[in-house]
T-cell receptor, first 109, second 114 residues
Framework: GQSLEQPSEVTAVEGAIVQINCTYQ??????LSWYQQHDGGAPTFLSY????GLEETGRFSSFLSRSDSYGYLLLQELQMKDSASYFC??????????FGKGTRLLVKP | GAGVSQSPSNKVTEKGKDVELRCDPI?????LYWYRQSLGQGLEFLIY????????KSGLPSDRFSAERTGGSVSTLTIQRTQQEDSAVYLC????????????FGPGTRLTVT
């Protein structure tokens, strides 16, 4: 089957660094995306990796290892506003698009 | 510029009734997606439209669900004979390219079937 696995919850303190992992199993692979969703809000696009390596966008970075079917989202200098759910996502069979179940990040002062 | 809009924002309906949910994508975006999100869960892919190509309907959970996209723009998701398990937030997203990786989401329609 096709799936993306990520931890259900992560807690960190303000100013710290946190890593959210994602392992995937898809029939084909076209890259890994990351989305942020605040409670009651819509998902917003954060980052995308088509190739192995690290992509950096401000405080957020995303990493991909295609050989390990693994990626992660790295959040640095955590702020209270980063408390949200984070989803990894990838294209599935045909033109379907699969999301992980999400990791709920709680940032504490 | 204007983002993706959806209407209604909330819909309460009785079991067995039909509902129509509307999505207005960002102007010029050729790709459009519908998802369903149950409370505390991830997003479940429903259907994908790309330009004038045949849609990918592989995610529709039953034949009670259908969707159309008129003129390559506005899309309507129709659920016939609603059931309580259809209660969820229905999200629409659009993308400027068929690459799919960067999608812009609307605020969603919260559907409650009583």
């Amino acid at each position: 089957g096709q799936s993306l696995e990520q931890p259900s919850e992560v807690t960190a303190v303000e100013g710290a660094i946190v890593q959210i992992n994602c392992t995937y199993q898809t029939s084909g692979f076209y890259g890994l995306s990351w989305y942020q969703q605040h409670d009651g809000g819509a998902p917003t696009f954060l980052s995308y990796n088509a190739l192995d390596g690290l992509e950096e966008t401000g405080r957020f970075s995303s990493f991909l290892s295609r050989s390990d079917s693994y990626g992660y989202l790295l959040l640095q200098e955590l702020q209270m506003k980063d408390s949200a759910s984070y989803f990894c996502a990838a294209r599935g069979q045909g033109f379907s698009f699969i999301f992980g179940k999400g990791t709920r990040l709680l940032v504490k002062p | 510029g204007a983002g993706v809009s959806q209407s209604p924002s909330n819909k309460v309906t009785e079991k067995g009734k039909d509902v129509e949910l509307r999505c207005d994508p960002i102007s010029g975006h050729t790709a459009l997606y519908w998802y369903r999100q149950s409370l505390g869960q991830g997003l479940e892919f429903l259907i994908y439209f790309q330009g004038n190509s045949a849609p990918d309907k592989s995610g529709l959970p039953s034949d009670r669900f259908s969707a159309e996209r008129t003129g390559g723009s506005v899309s309507t998701l129709t659920i016939q004979r609603t059931q309580q398990e259809d209660s969820a937030v229905y999200l629409c997203a659009s993308s400027p390219t068929p690459d799919m990786y960067e999608q812009y989401f609307g605020p969603g329609t919260r559907l409650t079937v009583t």
